[in-house]
């Protein structure tokens, strides 16, 4: 099965520092997601990129996807205390089925 | 818009007893998923729904787990007997459809399940 993994597992950095998480996954797919998560909000939507996309942008987000390397990144810039979450990537099949989170990236942004 | 509504918020059980959670989606959306969120690791996706009927269900223990979704809209999951392994956050989102793709989930609060 397709699965998301993200890297690093955790990582810690200054606010307005940037922070790039990556994600790699095993199958073809039709779309990659990134979801935050904390305690206050749950689990959000971010960003969602199609396999015929290279990069996209929101706000201080920037994702790329790699299809050739089956893997994508994501970059927040000038990160607020705010940023401290659990991020995950999620991908779906070609049908968008089967979906798979990856176990996430922990950040913490300290002021 | 009203967001995924979830209920109960809290459940704690006793190993081998049932349990049954709700979900609400967002209006007019076709898609609906649970998830198993255990700490500190993503959630797995247990059943996915389109409208009323089930689409994916390869990782839901069905020995032990069901779902359904009447008139395609409300949703309940069943756990019965729950054992301890049970315990976690149980998820369910909606989403809309696309040319038969579905695109960016809606996640609802979430049910923490404690089994003692």
């Known amino acids: 099965s397709q699965q998301g993994e993200e890297d690093p597992q955790a990582l810690s950095i200054q606010e307005g520092e940037n922070a790039t998480m990556n994600c790699s996954y095993k199958t073809s797919i039709n779309n990659l997601q990134w979801y935050r998560q904390n305690s206050g909000r749950g689990l959000v939507h971010l960003i969602l990129?199609?396999?015929?996309?290279r990069e996209k942008h929101s706000g201080r987000l920037r994702v790329t996807l790699d299809t050739s390397k089956k893997s994508s990144s994501l970059l927040i810039t000038a990160s607020r205390a705010a940023d401290t979450a659990s991020y995950f990537c999620?991908?779906?099949?070609?049908?968008?089925?089967?979906?798979?989170f990856g176990p996430g990236t922990r950040l913490s942004v300290l002021p | 818009e009203a967001g995924v509504a979830q209920s109960p918020r809290y459940k704690i059980i006793e190993k081998r007893q049932s349990v049954a959670f709700w979900c609400n989606p967002i209006?007019?959306?076709?898609?609906l998923y649970w998830y198993q969120q255990i700490l500190g690791q993503g959630p797995k996706l247990l059943i996915q729904?389109?409208?009323?009927?089930?689409?994916?269900d390869s990782q839901l223990p069905k020995d032990r787990f069901s779902a359904e979704r009447l008139k395609g809209v409300d949703s309940t999951l069943k756990i019965q007997p729950a054992k301890l392994e049970d315990s976690a956050v149980y998820l369910c989102?909606?989403?809309?459809?696309?040319?038969?793709?579905?695109?960016?989930?809606?996640f609802g609060p979430g049910t923490r399940l404690t089994v003692t």
């Open positions: 209006s007019g959306h076709a898609t």
């Open positions: 990129i199609r396999s015929n996309e």
């Open positions: 999620a991908t779906s099949d070609n049908y968008g089925q089967n979906f798979v």
């Open positions: 989102a909606s989403s809309s459809i696309i040319y038969g793709v579905s695109y960016e989930q809606y």
């Open positions: 729904f389109q409208n009323n009927g089930v689409v994916d």
